[in-house]
């Protein structure tokens, strides 16, 4: 695919268009993407157009919709590189953390930001062991293992007033958010051309006791 194409797509979700060099950016990950996932399986998603589709586009409509402000942002569980390296291009503003414990895919994301020449830190270690205090205005959770328990960690690591950002599907969301109190969500974005899959943002309104 080439930028062009990206921006048809992007533009065919309802997106905002992109400068061109976030553009260039989004098709330099591509193509780094396609070629580690021949040997790592970053992602079971091989097409070039689907990649596009389902990882890119659910991203930025994820950058699209967190609130203004937000300085800090933990990509939890990171993987290939979803939500936070299309919101790191998306949001610049934003200082990304990739949290990735599989030392494979954190080699990746190290190298897709140098490839990028964008600011991202990469946390190799389980998030649960991340200092105490070590706090972000926003945390994402997209296709996390034990997304229940990862839910509860990663409210921890939001500051009070920060928010937390899950990609979702609607039946799951009742068993996700019951355990996470002292959250004001906001009405889930449906993505379009599904009836399942949502973002849920949540702004945190008190420490956690």
Same mark, same amino acid.
């Given at each position: 695919?080439?930028?062009?194409?990206?921006?048809?797509?992007?533009?065919?979700?309802?997106?905002?268009?992109? *400068?061109?060099?976030?553009?260039? *950016?989004?098709?330099?990950?591509?193509?780094?993407?396609?070629?580690?996932?021949?040997?790592?399986?970053?992602?079971?998603?091989?097409?070039? $157009?689907?990649? =596009?589709?389902?990882?890119?586009?659910? @991203?930025?409509?994820?950058?699209?919709?967190?609130?203004?402000?937000?300085?800090?942002?933990?990509?939890?569980? @990171?993987?290939?590189?979803?939500?936070?390296?299309?919101?790191?291009?998306?949001?610049?503003?934003?200082?990304?953390?990739?949290?990735?414990?599989?030392?494979?895919?954190?080699?990746?994301?190290?190298?897709?930001?140098?490839?990028?020449?964008?600011?991202?830190?990469?946390?190799?270690?389980?998030?649960?062991?991340?200092?105490?205090?070590?706090?972000?205005?926003?945390?994402?959770?997209?296709?996390?293992?034990?997304?229940?328990?990862?839910?509860?960690?990663?409210?921890?690591?939001?500051?009070?007033?920060?928010?937390?950002?899950?990609?979702?599907?609607?039946? *799951?969301?009742?068993?996700?958010?019951?355990?996470?109190?002292?959250?004001?969500?906001?009405?889930?974005?449906?993505?379009?051309?599904?009836? $399942?899959?949502?973002?849920? =943002?949540?702004?945190?309104?008190?420490?956690?006791?």
């Amino acid at each position: 695919m080439t930028s062009s194409d990206i921006q048809e797509a992007l533009a065919e979700a309802g997106l905002q268009p992109l *400068s061109t060099s976030s553009l260039d *950016s989004l098709k330099v990950y591509l193509d780094l993407l396609l070629k580690w996932n021949s040997r790592l399986n970053l992602t079971a998603i091989r097409e070039p $157009e689907a990649i =596009v589709r389902r990882h890119f586009i659910e @991203s930025l409509v994820g950058a699209e919709r967190l609130p203004q402000g937000i300085k800090t942002l933990l990509d939890f569980g @990171s993987g290939a590189g979803f939500p936070g390296i299309p919101i790191a291009i998306r949001r610049p503003e934003i200082t990304v953390t990739l949290g990735e414990s599989q030392a494979k895919k954190s080699a990746f994301l190290r190298e897709a930001g140098r490839a990028l020449g964008i600011p991202v830190e990469v946390y190799d270690g389980r998030i649960e062991f991340m200092p105490e205090t070590r706090q972000f205005g926003a945390v994402a959770l997209r296709a996390v293992d034990r997304m229940e328990e990862a839910c509860v960690e990663a409210l921890r690591r939001v500051e009070t007033g920060g928010w937390l950002v899950l990609f979702a599907t609607r039946p *799951s969301v009742p068993r996700l958010i019951a355990p996470l109190k002292g959250i004001a969500w906001r009405s889930p974005v449906v993505f379009a051309g599904t009836v $399942e899959e949502i973002i849920l =943002v949540g702004r945190k309104l008190a420490p956690l006791e």
